[in-house]
């Protein structure tokens, strides 16, 4: 039997396994089988972590079995289940001397390097942290074909592959259509992350996710830094916005020194995976 806790924010959820846990085990198995909403638990994503002095360290695996770099909504989850107790009791004794305070800090390892959180608040079972990000990368327009037709976007690197497209249709049908065709557009090998974006005020941008890995998701931490980013580059919207998705709203800050991601997070159950 594996431990397993399940945390999302705004609906984009995960379950997290500690490494020792999984051991040997084919990662990439464990996440399809633990992910399939069916037959599974159901998730966004696995999160392989250990804990460390300043916090955690993680890895992301899609439902499909497939690696991640980071996920903004993950790393915050992961730091919800830190600050809410609810590790085992050895693991836990670690942490008792880090227990959450407004400012309080805890760094964790990603395969897109560290990101800091900075604790605010809980209310409701719901943590919300700051999140320092990194700083976007590779920031520029493109032009691609879909189907026969133009589609005009923003790609750039948010500790992830993100392309963002402005002023799309956020209905369903164009969503569908054009979300698994940006994912694996020829002009991404590695496949990429989608967002279509409709700015809506000069600090307010809605989207709509489809995710490298997974399809529609709630909500994406890297894919609102990287809509906010896009959207004060090419949007007409200043450096600090409102992301608005189907799952809730976060607070994105670009600044000279990175972006930052303020957003809450929630554990949801811990149990045993007995399959």
Known sequence: MISVIKAHAYGNDFLFVH???VGSADASALARAMCER???IGADGLIVFRRTARGAVMR???PD???AEVSGNGVRCLGAILAGGHLSEEDEARNRAKAAGEGSEVVIETDSGPKTLVWLKEEDGRHTFRASMGPPERIRRLDLDVDGGPVSAVALWMGNPQLVVLGSSLEDAEFRRLGPALEHHPAFPNRTNVELARVEAPDRVRIRIWERGVGPTESS????????????????????ADIVSPGGTQR???RDDGV???GWA???????WIA
């Open 60 to 62: 992301l695996l899609n």
């Open 19 to 21: 490494e020792r846990d």
């Open 65 to 67: 079995g497939s690696r």
């Open 221 to 240: 931490g890297t894919g609102a830094c990287a809509a906010a980013v896009a959207a004060a580059s090419f949007g007409g919207t200043g450096r600090s």
């Open 38 to 40: 069916h037959r599974g």
């Open 260 to 262: 930052y991601l303020t």
């Open 252 to 254: 994105v800050e670009w």
């Open 266 to 272: 929630s554990v949801v159950l811990t149990g045993k």
